[in-house]
């Protein structure tokens, strides 16, 4: 029972966790969107926007984890949004657009901190996070802002839902998405690194509709393969000091993975 109970008695366990519950209440429905317009690297592409504007920062000496340094990530993330809402093309899927753009500042990122002395450490910090370490002050604020952004999505659910099946499109509803998904992508950035942030916005949205076809039910499942695997992959993180990003991805793809199985045994989902 020491075994399972002992990671919890330290608040900066609970602390995480609770970082990844938030994470997990809007990243789980933000990714059912992504995924079913299949736009899979869009996420990605814009943790990689707010983690170069992160990087930008650091370069003109603004310390992590200000309001100065947010604002100027999330000032990448919402052009990066713009960009994505207004670029299209009927010859190149929208997809393809996005991977070029992940690249391209994937590379800027690198050569942005090769001129910081302390350049692969940041990204180190960039990717995984350090969310083990994360302040609470930190966690309530991002709490508080998912919760506007989601009162939001909440109001506008009827349309962006139309807008991801194809029943409807409109450049401001497109962009209201990306918008709004650029500000969850850069406050989740600083707190979890690009890594996590991707797993979780992509691999429980995949996972539960391999098992469901009910959109609620797929919600429902989301939440909860996401929220198991952060509290097994916290629990193991902390017995083996290992770090706790990647092996929440890990539990992730672990459930990912038995979700598969599922649905080759059973192809016809309810």
Request: net charge positive; with cysteine; aromatic share 10%.
């Amino acid at each position: 029972m020491n075994w399972l109970t002992e990671p919890w008695l330290f608040p900066f366990m609970r602390w995480a966790l609770l970082c990844c519950l938030i994470l997990t209440s809007i990243h789980v429905y933000l990714g059912f969107h992504i995924v079913r317009r299949g736009v899979l690297f869009v996420d990605l592409a814009m943790a990689q926007a707010a983690a170069l504007g992160a990087a930008f920062g650091v370069l003109i000496g603004i310390e992590h984890d200000t309001a100065m340094a947010y604002v100027l990530s999330a000032s990448f993330a919402l052009a990066s949004a713009a960009f994505f809402a207004l670029v299209r093309s009927r010859r190149i899927h929208q997809e393809a657009i996005v991977a070029a753009f992940y690249g391209l500042a994937s590379a800027a990122t690198f050569v942005v901190l090769e001129r910081s002395p302390h350049g692969m450490e940041e990204v180190k910090h960039l990717f995984v996070g350090q969310i083990l370490t994360v302040s609470p002050a930190r966690v309530l604020s991002a709490a508080a802002a998912y919760v506007v952004i989601g009162i939001a999505h909440a109001k506008m659910h009827s349309r962006t839902m139309a807008l991801t099946e194809g029943r409807e499109s409109g450049r401001m509803l497109d962009f209201f998405f990306f918008a709004t998904f650029a500000l969850v992508v850069t406050i989740s950035v600083g707190l979890a690194g690009v890594l996590l942030v991707f797993a979780l916005l992509v691999l429980p949205a995949i996972a539960s509709i391999l098992v469901t076809r009910k959109k609620t039910m797929a919600l429902v499942a989301g939440w909860g393969f996401a929220g198991a695997a952060s509290v097994v992959g916290l629990h193991i993180a902390y017995h083996m000091d290992m770090p706790a990003a990647p092996m929440i991805v890990l539990m992730l793809g672990a459930l990912l993975l038995g979700a598969v199985v599922v649905s080759v045994i059973r192809p016809d989902p309810d």
